[in-house]
């Protein structure tokens, strides 16, 4: 997928402001989190800032739960991707992938020099735009 222009100026200018290896993986991120709202057709993807995070959110169909990505700031160089920890997302994500790195129950920490295990990823991101919609289907 081609890289999508920004269209906040907020959310461009916070990625200005990232180291290049690092801005590199978070762009690569948010091309993915684009790339599955399109394939799980979860409608636009408001992209905006949420405690100074580049965040992105379902609020056309409301389908899924916010999903933040940047840098963790708890290690040199890596980064995270982060959801609401009122959700059970991080419970299912240790179930199906046990080899992440994770963050209590909102986020999953990545090292900038490792590739992003994108299958895994993908499959998270999928299932955070789609929270609602899943849960919604159960009840």
Known sequence: MPDKPFENEDVAAAFATYPPRLREKLLALRALIFDVA???????????????????????????????????????????????CQTSLLEDWRTHYPQLRFGGNRSVHFSSDEAIPMDAIRHCIAMALTYHRRKSAKA
């Open 38 to 84: 399109q394939a799980e057709q979860v409608g636009r993807i408001e992209e905006t800032l949420k405690w100074g995070q580049p965040s992105y959110l379902t609020t056309e169909t409301k389908s899924g739960t916010t999903v933040r990505i940047d840098r963790d700031k708890g290690s040199d160089g890596g980064y995270a991707l982060y959801v609401n």
